[in-house]
């Protein structure tokens, strides 16, 4: 019953460094999506991906990227990290896409750039 | 982008209360989820709404799909100290059903 793996939990960095936030399911879902969680602002999607090979923009895709070579995994790359990226990071994943597909969230990255 | 306003934003209760938050949108929805996040943990799935007019209960909580498919409500009956956390609605709009959209959160305070 691992569900939704996150790693790792907490995480500081300095400015400039790049880190990579690893995600893994082993429900067989084929969508999975990367947000991030600001005081007062909700989550905010990052990128998500409808399956293996295939990725896409969220609503605050700058200075990230992702990758999705297996059905398990979706890590998520800082290329140069800043301050303004200091959040918590949530991976979410669901059987397949589309409005009736709830998704299933991880316990999050807590991250921190100094 | 398609926001959702949800209210209220704090809520500071006395155990046994009923509550009952809201979420908004000027644009239609085609699902409606509500979420409660404990601290330090991951947002983890109430409630799901497919349905326009759908009303929903799980357990002291019931969540409904507005009618005109721009708002949903959850209402929780005889909060117990565990009901404490913050609560999220998010929707799938109904153009670009692949990106979720969240409120802002109701955080719910309880006193016993």
């Known amino acids: 019953n691992a569900g939704v793996t996150q790693t790792p939990k907490f995480q500081v960095l300095k400015t400039g460094q790049s880190m990579t936030l690893q995600c893994a399911q082993d429900?067989?879902?084929?969508?999975m999506s990367w947000y991030r969680q600001d005081p007062g602002m909700g989550l905010r999607l990052i990128h998500y991906s409808v399956g293996a090979g295939i990725t896409d923009q969220g609503e605050v895709p700058n200075g990230y990227n992702v990758s999705r070579s297996t059905t398990e995994d979706f890590p998520l790359r800082l290329l140069s990290a800043a301050p303004s990226q200091t959040s918590v990071y949530f991976c979410?994943?669901?059987?397949?896409?589309?409005?009736?597909?709830?998704?299933?969230f991880g316990d999050g990255t807590r991250l921190s750039i100094l | 982008g398609q926001q959702l306003n949800q209210s209220p934003q704090s809520m500071f209760i006395q155990e046994g209360e009923d509550v009952s938050m809201n979420c908004t949108s000027s644009s239609i929805f085609n699902t409606w989820l509500w979420y409660k996040q404990d601290p330090g943990e991951g947002p983890v799935l109430l409630i799901a709404?497919?349905?326009?007019?759908e009303l929903t209960s799980n357990g002291r909580l019931t969540a409904q799909f507005g009618i005109t498919r721009k708002d949903s409500f959850l209402n929780i009956s005889a909060s117990i100290p565990s009901d404490v956390g913050i609560y999220f609605c998010?929707?799938?709009?109904?153009?670009?059903?692949?990106?979720?959209?969240f409120g802002q959160g109701t955080r719910l305070t309880i006193n016993p």
């Open positions: 709404l497919y349905k326009a007019g």
């Open positions: 979410a994943s669901s059987r397949s896409q589309g409005s009736n597909q709830p998704q299933h």
């Open positions: 998010a929707g799938f709009p109904r153009q670009g059903a692949q990106k979720l959209v």
């Open positions: 429900m067989n879902h084929e969508y």
